[in-house]
Structures are given as structure tokens and as C-alpha cells.
């Protein structure tokens, strides 16, 4: 459903359905806002929550893994998913390390570096998405884990941080209006990605390949093309985390960027359920994003073991998929119920 129908639907729709709309829409914020809430007034952990030092840690220590989902909504907006963005992002962060710490580059060269191979490594996804017509799950998952065995070889499992200059490691930690750095850069980030995805033609024609790819090809968009195009901005938004992700641990390795594959695909199917339900979406990301930020922080406050972090991202990810299948399944029996009441109607 484009957006001009839902529009449309909104206005002719019935009051009941409409408040039913909007709930939808608002559940994910709404239950983020209660969430805070009860950690902030339970005695346990209220002080702590409350805390300046603590609001910092949870604003700043989102951004790479809101990044990366991010990087996995563009392709996702058209149909296709990218498992493989973590991996990139790990490409990116040891290139970035590699190039200041043991070959003497500057840090803008290391960055703009890391960039470029993010976005190589989504131009090999569109190669084979797109023009050898593989899977995309499966082709994906495939480089996620071929990007994986690679790195781990590159660096003998060791991490690389020598030379790595103390003012970009410090980075992460400066702020802005007492709020740090990284969280301005996932902001600024966001808004442009929705901007391209929401406000641009080609965003558009995104989400109609992502709603009726056919219908798409018939209309006269090239797909094919488009949805190449959309695993090389996921590549390069890849190359952004993994730049982000060399300053905040001060070097690179392996195993770290790839660690947040899980809490990525979480706060994307999560948003799914939220601001546009059934579709993905960037603010509805972002507050999935916080949504299991706020949790795991104030379960973690709770002294609640830290393999809790694991099973909530991995349920988020089972009940946000299952809120997406479940209201997609409302809405088509609520369509065909308006359809045949008009067909009625009319005859």
C-alpha cells in the first residue's frame, strides 16, 4: 500500500479502526517510555538509571549498532536482506586500524579507506544479488561468513591497536550539548538515510520494489539496478560503523563488530512494528534500537547476569517477528473485509 492510499484509508476509515491505527503505530514509543519510566522509579535501580553518567553511556553506546541497522533497512525497504552488514562493518573497522597502525596512514586516509571497502563489500553482495540472481539471504549470510573467516586470518585473532593516535580513540568520548558524540553521528545519520528512503524519488521507488517488485518492473523502474545500489549504500553505511567502531575500542579485531549482527536485527524488526507497521522503517528502528538499550541497561542495573543481554535480543527479535506477522495478517482480513462490503455495497 503506498503512501498516499494509507493516507486515504486513514481519512475513510472508521473511528474505532483509526484509534486502533495509531496505537499501532505509537505501541513500540509508548512502551519504551514506560520501560524508562519503571527503571528510573524503582528503587533498585532508579539512582543509577537516573544517573547523567549512565543516560551518556545508553545514548553513546547505541551508535554502532544503530548504524549497522541502519545499513540493514535500505536494502530491506526494497525486499532484500543483507545479514552480511556486521561482517562489512568488521572489514571496515580492521582496514581503518590496519592503515593507521601498521602502515603509518593518516587518520582521514584510514577512514575514507574503510569507507571505500564498505562499499566494495556491498557492491560483491549486488554482484551476486542482483546479477547472478542469488538469494539474498542466503547469498548474504554466505559473505557474512566468508568476511568473517577473512578477518579472522588477517589478524591471527589478535587485535590491532599500536600507533592508533589518543585523540581519535578519544573521540567517542567528547560531547556535545553533555551528550556524546557517537549519538549526534547515529542522529545525523538517521535523518538522512530517512530522507533519501522517505523524501526521494529513488527511495520511492525503493518501497514499491519492496511492496510489488512485478508491478515495479511494469511500471518501468530498473530493479535489478536499484537493488544493487541498495547493498552498496548498505556497504558504505557499513564502512561508517566499522570507522566508529576503530575509535570507541581504539584499534580493530575480528570478532567485535561482528557481535552485533543480533542486536541490529532486533531493533529492525522491531521497528517494523512501529510509526509505519509492516514496513521498515527508520524511526521505528530507532526506537527498537533504545528500546532494548533501555532494557538490557536496566536489567544489567538489576544485577541480572549478563548472558540475560543474549536471550533478550534474541526474544525482541521472536516477538517483534511475530507482531509484524501477526498485524500483516489483521490488516490483508481487514482489507478484504472493506473490499467485500464494497462489492457489496455496489451490487
Do not use: C
Request: proline share 4%; net charge positive.
Amino acid at each position: 500500500m503506498t503512501d498516499t492510499a494509507e493516507l486515504a484509508h486513514e481519512r475513510t476509515a472508521p473511528p474505532d479502526l483509526n484509534i486502533r491505527g495509531y496505537i499501532e503505530k505509537s505501541g513500540l514509543p509508548i512502551f519504551l517510555v514506560l520501560l524508562i519510566a519503571v527503571f528510573a522509579l524503582m528503587p533498585s535501580t532508579g539512582q543509577q538509571f537516573r544517573s547523567l553518567l549512565n543516560i551518556q553511556n545508553v545514548l553513546g553506546y547505541q551508535s554502532v549498532t544503530g548504524l549497522i541497522a541502519l545499513a540493514m533497512v535500505i536494502p530491506l525497504v526494497a525486499g532484500y536482506f543483507d545479514l552480511s552488514v556486521a561482517a562489512i562493518a568488521g572489514l571496515a573497522n580492521v582496514t581503518v586500524a590496519s592503515l593507521i597502525s601498521q602502515h603509518g596512514q593518516p587518520v582521514v586516509v584510514a577512514l575514507i579507506a574503510g569507507l571505500l571497502v564498505g562499499a566494495l563489500a556491498g557492491a560483491v553482495n549486488a554482484v551476486l544479488v542482483s546479477g547472478f540472481n542469488l538469494d539474498p539471504f542466503i547469498a548474504t549470510l554466505g559473505t557474512y561468513i566468508f568476511w568473517a573467516g577473512a578477518l579472522a586470518l588477517y589478524t591471527g585473532g589478535q587485535t590491532i591497536s599500536n600507533n592508533i593516535p589518543l585523540d581519535f580513540s578519544l573521540w567517542t568520548t567528547q560531547r556535545l550539548l553533555l551528550i556524546p558524540l557517537p549519538f549526534w553521528l547515529l542522529v545525523v545519520v538517521a535523518i538522512i538515510v530517512w530522507y533519501f528512503l522517505n523524501q526521494v524519488p529513488f527511495g520511492r521507488k525503493l518501497a514499491a520494489i519492496g511492496s510489488n517488485e512485478p508491478a515495479a518492473k511494469l511500471a518501468g523502474i530498473r530493479t535489478r539496478r536499484s537493488v544493487a545500489l541498495t547493498f552498496v549504500l548498505s556497504g558504505l553505511l557499513a564502512g561508517v560503523a566499522g570507522g566508529l567502531l576503530t575509535s570507541s575500542n581504539g584499534g580493530g579485531d575480528a570478532t567485535s563488530a561482528i557481535s552485533y549482527l543480533f542486536p541490529s536485527l532486533a531493533a529492525v524488526f522491531l521497528g517494523r512494528t512501529a510509526i509505519r507497521p509492516g514496513h521498515y522503517n527508520v524511526w521505528g528502528t530507532m526506537f527498537g534500537l533504545f528500546l532494548v538499550a533501555v532494557a538490557v541497561n536496566g536489567f544489567t542495573l538489576l544485577g541480572v547476569a549478563s548472558s540475560v543481554t543474549q536471550m533478550f535480543n534474541g526474544g525482541a527479535l521472536i516477538v517483534s517477528v511475530a507482531i509484524a506477522t501477526l498485524s500483516a495478517s489483521a490488516r490483508e482480513r481487514k482489507a478484504r473485509k472493506m473490499q467485500l462490503e464494497k462489492l457489496r455495497a455496489s451490487s
